[in-house]
């Protein structure tokens, strides 16, 4: 083990028993010491379990894994994709189009340029309410199928940009499998005035194709022929074969590179129905705001660098101090998906223990992110946070200003907001509990039986990620933000966080689950498995 790793292994050992509270009284300038902003967002670091020593240690280690030429490495366009032999572009779909030459030279960046030109004049026309079916009715609908880096990303600005959505065009996104989840969409549909969006980059993923057909199957019953359906169906993948076998015209299919993985898709077609949702414009300063934080990230010191303080920080919690999880929650109800969007970007990119070299990695590397929405949370899963021995270090995401008419709400939300990060760090100690109860009259029995049970133990960590108000521009911002927060603890895990062969096991599994449903196999699972799928086939022969 290196010096420095084993350094900072010593400084975590010393601040498992340091009190962040403390840290606060031994420095006034705290606050300023630790919160540093860009162009879009301000993110304040000084409620983590830090101080100077174990930022400068942490800065050497990237330092020693030279983490700036990993970043040139990426950004310029090197395969640092090493099981898949790709590089990793996504950057390169919101940079400036003479950036885009430069990376991609100028028969691949004509083609990024003709797309983007495809998407704007697609997403403008059908924006205005001006895209017309089979029977030369105007669509009011579109359903964009698929899931993972197909569905998170465009979600979650779907949900994000309501403000800014089109009155003449609804979009709706389908990804489960769950038939349930399909019937619910085409309830109230009407095929006539419907798009279908398949999004999915190899053109091969089971649940995707699954509802592809089905709804294929709702525009053939409900009378469009098969020749009128590609007025009706769009596809983006990588697989155009697959996806012009599967009934859509050439001339509807939008490419995906393979320089651009999945959960990092949404600045590409993948975004589509966003700027569908939105305009091409505001799709456009959706992408200028992921740029914005990718100059931040090229150009500024590590020591004031945002997502490279986020991953380390976040490296400091979950590989040193060994709190294993880590909650997203944003105190806005328009960021509801981002949770679920960070899970898949997180625990799918660096959520393996073999590195880049083939070796078991000495340090434990993805959190279990979870969240959700607050102040919801706090009606959840806050009470363990406040008083159970497990320490959840959190990253609150808060706008300074709301979208609604409602300030009052807003200001209570925010005050919440400030004030579970204020509490979770301090906590309440036992002389603090039984004071109180004695300020409320309690007996002295009473403050004896009560007291423990009111104790809070605080030095919960916490980072809080502020912003003026979610636009198009600032959401791309946030999300650029924990894009290379990620990859930044991909490098100095060493890990390859790019591909996902741990999908496979399971997906190979379905298909043989199937199979054996089926009765078309008697290929050998564990008997909890053929016993639940005994219960499953005698429940549908009753
Ligand atoms: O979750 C596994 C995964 O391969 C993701 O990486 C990907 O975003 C998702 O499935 C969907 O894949 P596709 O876009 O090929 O349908």
């Known amino acids: 083990m290196d010096n420095t790793v084993e350094h900072l292994w010593a400084l975590a050992d010393e601040a498992k028993y340091q009190s962040i509270a403390a840290r606060f009284l031994a420095d006034d300038n705290r606050f300023d010491n630790f919160c540093f902003s860009t162009s879009n967002l301000a993110a304040d670091f000084s409620k983590q379990n830090i101080d100077t020593r174990v930022l400068d240690a942490l800065l050497s280690w990237a330092e020693q894994r030279k983490l700036d030429d990993k970043m040139s490495a990426m950004f310029s366009g090197k395969k640092i994709n090493g099981t898949e032999g790709r590089a990793v572009l996504h950057t390169v779909l919101r940079a400036p189009h003479g950036k885009q030459k430069a990376v991609l030279g100028d028969v691949l960046a004509e083609d990024v340029e003709k797309t983007d030109q495809r998407m704007m004049k697609l997403a403008n026309s059908l924006y205005a309410g001006l895209h017309q079916g089979a029977s030369g009715k105007a669509i009011t609908d579109v359903i964009a199928v698929g899931i993972g880096g197909s569905y998170y990303g465009p979600k979650l600005c779907h949900e994000a940009l309501k403000p800014y959505h089109s009155q003449a065009v609804k979009v709706h996104y389908l990804a489960n499998v769950d038939g349930s989840a399909l019937a619910e969409k085409i309830q109230s549909l009407n095929p006539e005035t419907t798009l279908v969006i398949v999004i999915s980059k190899t053109f091969g993923t089971q649940e995707t194709l699954l509802n592809a057909q089905a709804l294929k199957k709702w525009f053939i019953n409900s009378g469009i022929s098969e020749a009128e359906l590609s007025d009706h169906l769009i596809a983006v993948t990588s697989n155009t074969e697959k996806a012009q076998a599967f009934g859509v015209a050439a001339h509807h299919i939008l490419p995906m590179w393979d320089w651009v993985g999945g959960r990092f898709s949404l600045w590409s077609a993948v975004g589509l129905p966003v700027a569908i949702a939105v305009g091409f414009e505001n799709y456009r300063q959706l992408r200028a705001g992921a740029y914005a934080i990718d100059e931040h990230f090229q150009t ?140 409320e009259g309690k007996s002295p029995a009473q403050v004896k039986a009560l007291a423990a049970h009111k104790v809070m133990p605080g030095n919960n960590p916490s980072t809080t990620i502020v912003f003026d108000q979610l636009t198009p521009q600032v959401l791309g911002s946030l999300l650029a933000l924990y894009e290379h927060k990620i990859f930044v603890q991909g490098v100095m895990w060493e890990l390859n966080s790019f591909d996902q062969w741990g999908v496979e096991l399971g997906k190979k599994l379905g298909s043989t689950v199937l199979d054996l449903m089926a009765g078309n196999t008697n290929e050998k699972l564990s008997s909890s498995s053929i016993g639940l799928i005994d219960l499953f086939k005698s429940a549908h022969e009753q």
Not at 355 to 379: C, D, R, Y
């Open 300 to 439: 500024t010191p590590f020591n004031q660098n945002i997502p490279v303080l986020m991953a380390l920080f976040g490296i400091w919690n979950c590989s040193f101090l060994k709190y294993s999880a880590l909650a997203v929650l944003p105190y806005d109800h328009s960021l509801r998906v981002l949770p679920g969007y960070l899970q898949q970007l997180d625990m799918e990119s660096n959520g393996k223990q073999v590195n880049v070299f083939g070796q078991k990695v000495s340090l434990s590397t993805a959190p279990i992110v979870f969240g959700q929405e607050g102040s919801n949370g706090q009606h959840a899963f806050m009470q363990l946070m406040h008083q159970s021995d497990t320490i959840v270090p959190i990253d609150f995401i808060v706008p300074l200003k709301s979208h609604s008419a409602y300030d009052a709400h807003h200001q209570v939300l925010v005050a919440n907001c400030f004030a579970q990060g204020e509490a979770l760090m301090k906590g309440k100690p036992l002389a603090q509990a039984e004071a109180e109860l004695v300020e």
